[in-house]
């Protein structure tokens, strides 16, 4: 079994910032790629920003230069650093780890998603 499980969400003004944390646990071999998506109400869900085990980083469009997604491979830990903060960002943030597990079985795990509200 893997879990993932967000903290880090919250209520913050205009202009504000947040650091989400994302951890993964359970019988995870590797770590290949991990991702940070958003859903607002009414919405599918969006990738914000993704992170391979080499590095490579994709971001949407819309947080580029506002954003950083980092991860910590020792702890199995990814971030979503978060400024300039807009109502826009309004959304439950999900973190999905991309893992081979002990089993030797590949797969997305998803966590449950953490609220963060954009608002004066």
């Known amino acids: 079994q893997v879990q993932v499980v967000e903290s880090g969400g919250g209520l913050v003004q205009p202009g504000g910032s947040l650091r989400l944390s994302c951890v993964a646990s359970?019988?995870?071999?590797?770590?290949?790629?991990m991702g940070w998506y958003r859903q607002a109400p009414g919405k599918q869900r969006d990738l914000v920003a993704r992170i391979t085990s080499l590095g490579t980083l994709n971001y949407a469009d819309s947080v580029k230069g506002r954003f950083t997604i980092s991860r910590d491979d020792a702890k199995k830990m990814a971030y979503l650093q978060m400024n300039s903060l807009k109502p826009d960002d309004t959304a439950v943030y999900f973190c999905?780890?991309?893992?081979?597990?002990?089993?030797?079985?590949?797969?997305?795990?998803w966590g449950q998603g953490t609220q963060v509200t954009v608002s004066s």
């Open positions: 999905k780890a991309s893992v081979s597990t002990n089993w030797g079985t590949v797969g997305d795990y």
């Open positions: 359970g019988s995870i071999f590797s770590i290949y790629t």
